[in-house]
C-alpha cells in the first residue's frame, strides 16, 4: 500500500507560478498512474491532470490546458505539477490520486472513482 502527501501549496498573485509535488511512501510512485484533482469551496472535486504509469502519456482538463504540466521525478519518487499563468479561480485544495492497476502502460486514468489512494491536498490560493 503507498501513502501520498502533497507539497507545495501556497498563496500566489495571478499570472504566478506554483509548483505542487506529490510524494509517495510505502511504494514506489512510479508503480502507479497519478492524478491531480482539486475542490474549490462549495464544489466537487474535479479532475485536474493525470500521467500513465509507464509511457509518459499525460491527459488535462480543458481549463488548465497550456497552463499547467505534469511530470515524474522517479529520482524523487514524486509527481509533480507545475503551475503557470494562474487563475484565481484555479484556487482550490488540490489533491494527488494514484490508481494501482490500469488496463495498459498507457492508460490515463480521469475519473474519481478510478483512483486508489488519495493524498491529504495542499491548499492553493490566487490572488487577484
Known amino acids: 500500500q503507498v501513502q501520498l502527501g502533497e507539497s507545495g501549496g501556497g498563496l500566489v498573485q495571478a499570472g504566478g507560478s506554483l509548483r505542487l509535488s506529490c510524494a509517495a511512501s510505502?511504494?514506489?510512485?512510479?508503480?502507479?498512474?497519478v492524478g491531480w484533482f482539486r475542490q474549490a469551496p462549495g464544489k466537487e472535486r474535479e479532475f485536474v491532470a493525470a500521467?500513465?504509469?509507464?509511457?509518459?502519456?499525460?491527459n488535462y482538463a480543458d481549463s488548465v490546458k497550456e497552463r499547467f504540466t505534469i511530470s515524474r521525478d522517479d529520482a524523487k519518487n514524486t509527481v509533480d505539477l507545475q503551475m503557470n499563468s494562474l487563475k484565481p479561480e484555479d484556487t482550490a485544495v488540490y489533491y494527488c490520486?494514484?490508481?494501482?492497476?490500469?488496463?495498459?502502460?498507457?492508460?490515463?486514468?480521469?475519473?474519481?472513482?478510478?483512483?486508489?489512494?488519495w493524498g491529504q491536498g495542499t491548499q492553493v490560493t490566487v490572488s487577484s
Open positions: 490520486a494514484a490508481k494501482s492497476f490500469v488496463p495498459s502502460m498507457y492508460y490515463v486514468p480521469r475519473r474519481r472513482d478510478e483512483y486508489d489512494y
Open positions: 510505502g511504494r514506489t510512485i512510479h508503480d502507479y498512474a
Open positions: 500521467i500513465s504509469w509507464i509511457g509518459g502519456t499525460t
